[in-house]
């Protein structure tokens, strides 16, 4: 644990992120007393708001079971300073307070210091916060960290002109982009299992894979959140970062070691292996009403524009291009509004080669991210007993009966502890997102500009139909079950 004395601002005090992720984390980190010693946070926000409001607000999503005195503990960390995003006397305001905490802490300014500042904002106002702070706040002789959420611009245009206004600013290595994927449990395992276990090794690639499927599915429409995804869609919203950050851990070759650059090195490799994914090798699709009245269609949302052709599903077919997975389909699938909760990796191995048995069906690795943290591997028996007959069993490790003493962190409380420690590893560097930005730019540029139309499916059912037999003719397998 690193013990500098860290300032945290949380930019967008006032909001929603900070409210259900970014304070729920700190108190996590505080409870564990993985905060640095000596570390202050700052909520700023455009809301006028009491100290006791600002205290209600930041809390109003802790678990209703948490410690009250370790919550005024934690609070007496915590100050509210109210500004604007573009005003200099503002920022030179919040400045002021800054340094006057640091003193009331007795905090040397000699000493070695770490300054966060934490955009938990809208993309409106990225650059006009981070041209303030480093106009009005930014201390030389400290460690400064600027950390940013998706979305990092809409396309891959817009995101170089982000990436360009925020390098004019700070350097690369100030810069920390959140992908909340990145920080779950089940993600970061990933690299441990695939580089630690020499079977997972020895088969991870085309001679054993027949394709691998990554897939997202939520149980809920965009509830008045409709504003926001109509502008995105589900592909900027969850595929272009979540489900591509984790397609490049699973594809990656093995980096020369654990240094935060020699991941990303890797990861970047991946993506630049990756065509730009064309429309014929997508399906897309738009929720609408349930079968039974009960459940709105995305275009009943009010906050949705009419007629529009947003996707709320999509599946993509892709391929990388290296001597490791050539030939390999990537089927990656994200929807809205579908029958279950569900992130999960599966990994489908090919059929044995001259069998002595019939091929009863193939292995698989599953790897769920949520919401039930698990590693599996379908696995052909003998069916136990007298019989000589095969059966499909499971090598399961379910966390929750193997680890069942272990809280796993929300996703946010461990990238802030890496924030705090400056291990980038689980952070997207910007030739990443470049990348990131140009395997699916072509490929929106081309929905929105043709109007392209998504297929209808009913909320609360597994997605548009077709979607199977969309996945069979590019991957030659049928249907697994999900
Ligand atoms: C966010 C998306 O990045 O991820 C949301 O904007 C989505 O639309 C969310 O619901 C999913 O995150 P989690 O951690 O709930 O799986």
């Not at 002021?96 to 966060?116: F, P, Q, S």
């Not at 920080?183 to 276990?197: D, P």
């Not at 990656?332 to 069998?355: T, V």
């Not at 929105?448 to 003719?473: A, Q, T």
Request: charged share 30%.
């Amino acid at each position: 644990k690193n013990d500098i004395p860290s300032t945290i601002v949380v930019f967008g005090a006032s909001g929603d992120l900070a409210k259900k992720k970014t304070f729920p984390a700190l108190f996590h980190l505080f409870g564990q007393n993985l905060l640095p010693k000596r570390t202050r946070i700052i909520g700023y926000a455009r809301t006028e708001m009491s100290e006791e409001e600002f205290r209600k607000r930041v809390t109003s999503k802790f678990a209703p079971e948490a410690d009250k005195g370790l919550v005024k503990k934690f609070l007496d960390l915590c100050e509210y300073v109210s500004g604007k995003y573009d005003v200099d006397a503002d920022f030179q305001n919040l400045r002021k307070e800054i340094d006057r905490l640091e003193k009331d802490a007795g905090i040397d300014t000699d000493a070695e210091r770490i300054h966060v500042y934490y955009m938990a904002l809208p993309p409106s106002v990225f650059v006009s916060v981070a041209t303030q702070i480093k106009k009005n706040v930014y201390d030389e002789s400290c460690i400064n960290r600027l950390v940013i959420e998706k979305p990092f611009g809409h396309d891959l245009e817009s995101s170089r002109e982000l990436s360009k206004d925020i390098g004019a600013l700070f350097d690369e290595v100030e810069v920390f982009r959140i992908d909340h994927y990145l920080g779950k449990e089940m993600v970061k395992n990933i690299l441990s299992l695939r580089f630690a276990n020499v079977f997972y090794e020895a088969v991870w690639n085309r001679h054993f894979i027949s394709n691998i499927q990554i897939t997202f599915k939520e149980p809920f429409g965009t509830e008045g959140r409709g504003g926001y995804f109509d502008e995105f869609g589900i592909i900027r919203d969850v595929m272009q970062n979540h489900l591509l950050q984790v397609l490049s851990i699973v594809a990656m070759n093995q980096p020369k070691s654990l240094d935060p650059e020699d991941i990303r090195d890797c990861k970047t490799e991946v993506l630049r292996n990756i065509k730009s994914i064309k429309l014929e090798d997508t399906l897309l699709g738009q929720y609408v009403a349930s079968a039974d009245g009960s459940k709105p269609g995305y275009l009943d949302d009010e906050t949705v524009p009419k007629g529009s052709t947003t996707p709320t599903f999509a599946q993509c077919v892709l391929e990388v291009n290296n001597d490791r997975w050539h030939g390999v389909p990537w089927v990656i699938k994200a929807g809205k509004a579908l029958n279950e909760a569900r992130m999960l990796i599966r990994i489908q191995f090919k059929d044995m080669p001259n069998s002595l048995f019939p091929n009863l069906a193939r292995n698989e690795l599953v790897i769920q991210v949520s919401p039930k943290e698990s590693v599996y591997i379908k696995t052909i028996v003998k069916e136990p007993g007298l019989s000589t007959n095969l059966a499909m069993s499971e090598l399961d490790l379910t966390y929750k009966t193997r680890y069942h003493d272990i809280k796993i962190p929300d996703a946010y409380a461990t990238l802030i502890l890496d924030v705090l420690n400056g291990d980038y590893s689980n952070f997207v560097r910007s030739d990443e997102l470049d990348e990131a930005w140009r395997i699916f730019t072509p490929l929106l540029h081309q929905i929105e500009n043709d109007h392209v139309k998504p297929k209808p499916y009913e909320y609360g059912s597994r997605g548009p139909e077709g979607m199977y037999e969309f996945v069979e003719e590019r991957t030659g397998y049928k249907r697994t079950g999900l």
